[in-house]
């Protein structure tokens, strides 16, 4: 088969991704825009996969002026829909025809997740150190968390947007203006003030 073939079959040297017509149900791409994207991920990645090291590395050269590392471990996650490490074009073909070309709830949905750093369901804000050394979480419904599961969504997100920003910010922003967004954002966001943000309220302010 010539090589025009091999890319309506989207082949890979080692992972082998969904067929062709899978992913033009699965994302609202046309058929020639898949094989173009194809190539451009089988350039940068031949093996099919991309680990997160190599995925900060081509994400933060579209921001050279900050340090985009801690924003690409987020965004990587968001990507890696079945949760293995690794983002294999599929992951990465249907993430993107949801930013790109999915509904307004869709990619609303989309950006929730990424703010919801554990997936727990909830945004929190961040954590406190109770008395007793124990780390509480902020308003979270479950109370007490222990060490590896406190949440701490918003503030670490909103702490790696800052620095991805880097030198971009006129005027220059103090230490604090992570935690001043993140407030904002709970203002607006926290509808019954239970200190934790659910999609469904997120969704009911952004289509307000």
Not at 2 to 17: F, K, T
Not at 106 to 115: A, E, N, P, R, V
């Amino acid at each position: 088969a010539d090589s025009g073939d091999a890319d309506v079959e989207l082949p890979s040297i080692r992972h082998q991704p969904e067929g062709l017509e899978q992913l033009l149900a699965r994302t609202n791409f046309t058929k020639t825009e898949l094989q173009s994207l194809y190539r451009g991920f089988k350039n940068e990645c031949p093996s099919g996969l991309v680990d997160e090291e190599t995925f900060t590395l081509i994400y933060s050269r579209f921001f050279p002026q900050g340090d985009a590392s801690s924003y690409a471990h987020f965004l990587f996650d968001a990507f890696d829909a079945d949760r293995n490490g690794a983002l294999c074009f599929q992951d990465f073909a249907v993430g993107l025809s949801v930013l790109l070309r999915g509904t307004e709830q869709q990619k609303l949905k989309w950006t929730f997740d990424l703010y919801d750093v554990n997936k727990d369901g909830y945004v929190t804000r961040e954590v406190t150190l109770g008395d007793t050394g124990g780390l509480v979480g902020w308003g979270h419904p479950d109370g007490d968390l222990a060490a590896p599961c406190v949440p701490q969504d918003m503030l670490e997100i909103m702490k790696s947007i800052y620095a991805m920003m880097g030198r971009c910010t006129e005027p220059a922003l103090g230490a604090s203006a992570p935690a001043q967004h993140v407030e904002l954002f709970f203002q607006k966001m926290d509808r019954n003030r239970d200190g934790v943000v659910t999609f469904e309220e997120f969704l009911a302010t952004c289509q307000e």
